[in-house]
């Protein structure tokens, strides 16, 4: 029996306001992030913390991904992070998604709760693997560490969390590519691969 292979990468793009001087400059780290992102070619991308014109750069030199996420202040702005998902627009579609936020209102943009000194939301989506129309993950990213920022000032924490008994986690690897000693971000990114039987994708193929 063969299994369908999906692949899931996290990649915190913080710090793009420092100065051009810095070493954690989004322009001496720009090059080694799309060079992660093409040497693993994940079909699942989740960026947090990211500015607009960061996307906007990766997504100029990723065309053959889409991207899906809004501000943290909400839709009407694009000057503050946003939390987007790139998807491979050959291999899924994106079905549906929203934004929610960490706080005792998640719905109201830009919303603060229990001392946070900034907004933190959570972007969630569900695709369709184009083959089988195949439902096959719905991600909801960062929950946890957004929450935990606070509270764990330096303590940098990656996730990739998943559910679903069918999705069977085959690897996962903390990377740590660097060009010169500039690194992607002060986050490792994460890289992940499940596996689905396709069994289990022809038996839950939707009408």
Known sequence: MTSLSITVMTLNLHEGEQPSESPNSWEKRRDICVSVITSYSPTILCTQQGLRWQLDYLQQCLPGYEQFGISRKGSQDNT???????????????????????????????SISWGAKAPCIATWAISWEKQGALEFLKLIFRALCLCWDRQTQDLHIDWILF?????????CEVINDNIDGVYPSS???????FLLPRSVRLAETPS
């Open 80 to 110: 503050d992070e946003y939390c987007t998902i790139f998807y491979e627009k050959e291999k899924v579609e994106l079905t549906e998604g929203g934004t929610f936020w960490l706080s005792e209102s998640p719905s109201v943009p830009g």
């Open 163 to 171: 559910r679903g008994r069918p999705l069977v986690p085959a690897l």
């Open 187 to 193: 986050h490792f990114p994460i890289f992940a691969e």
